[in-house]
């Protein structure tokens, strides 16, 4: 059974740093991995999608890589802003599955102080 | 601009009443989805559905049924509410095999159940 882990479970960090956030899966079977952000009561908005087949995700100042051999994504954040607060989910969708399930990780909420 | 669109932001029923969640998308998407989101427990699959009048059982399907009668409304029905179904539910929607878009979701629907 697949497992997605996100660690940290929350960040903090000022204004201006670059933000590291991490993802892990336990079967590499996957067919995608996507990036979500969620705002505190709101719906996921996805940021970034990444195929199999790619390493890497480009979309303004965000940067997710994916290396499927060792079960880990990362997104990067740069030059974050006070409006980047907010909770980072990723999940992914395997082969195996014909319907576009996702299984998600249990989110990183960051804040960023200005 | 795409979307997925949840009927109601905040809900309130009784135990024991029979409710109804809305979801409509105007994407043209195949596979629609509804989520319940929990504190400490992340995003579960409660229902998925792939066409009009199919629809297959997520991870806890229990005491909730769908209805898909036209492609672009997925609804999902709590029986008989409980207090246990308090929660966040989310709907979404992918294009089929959820390659090339991704997931979009709604803004969420809050019911509180009393």
């Known amino acids: 059974k697949q497992e997605v882990t996100q660690i940290p479970a929350a960040l903090s960090v000022p204004e201006g740093e670059n933000l590291v956030l991490n993802c892990s899966f336990t079967d590499s079977a996957i067919y995608n991995l996507q990036w979500f952000r969620q705002d505190p009561g709101k719906g996921l908005t996805s940021l970034l999608l990444i195929q199999s087949s790619q390493r890497e995700q480009t979309s303004g100042r965000l940067n997710a890589s994916l290396d499927k051999s060792s079960g880990r994504s990362t997104l990067y954040i740069a030059a974050s802003q006070p409006g980047d607060s907010a909770t980072y989910l990723c999940?992914?969708?395997?082969?195996?599955?014909?319907?576009?399930?996702?299984?998600f990780g249990a989110g990183t909420q960051v804040v960023v102080t200005p | 601009d795409v979307k997925v669109t949840q009927s109601s932001r905040y809900l309130v029923k009784r135990t024991g009443e029979k409710v109804f969640l809305e979801c409509v998308q105007d994407m043209d998407h195949e596979n629609m989805f509804w989520y319940r989101q929990d504190p400490g427990l992340g995003l579960r699959l409660i229902y998925f559905?792939?066409?009009?009048?199919?629809?297959e059982k997520g991870d806890i399907p229990e005491g909730y049924s769908v209805s898909r009668e036209k492609k672009e409304r997925f609804s999902l029905i709590l029986e008989s509410a409980s207090t246990n179904q308090t929660s966040m539910y989310l709907c979404a929607s992918s294009s089929s095999g959820g390659a090339d878009y991704g997931y979009t979701f709604g803004s969420g629907t809050r019911l509180t159940v009393v």
């Open positions: 559905s792939y066409d009009v009048k199919m629809k």
């Open positions: 999940a992914v969708q395997m082969t195996t599955d014909s319907w576009g399930k996702l299984q």
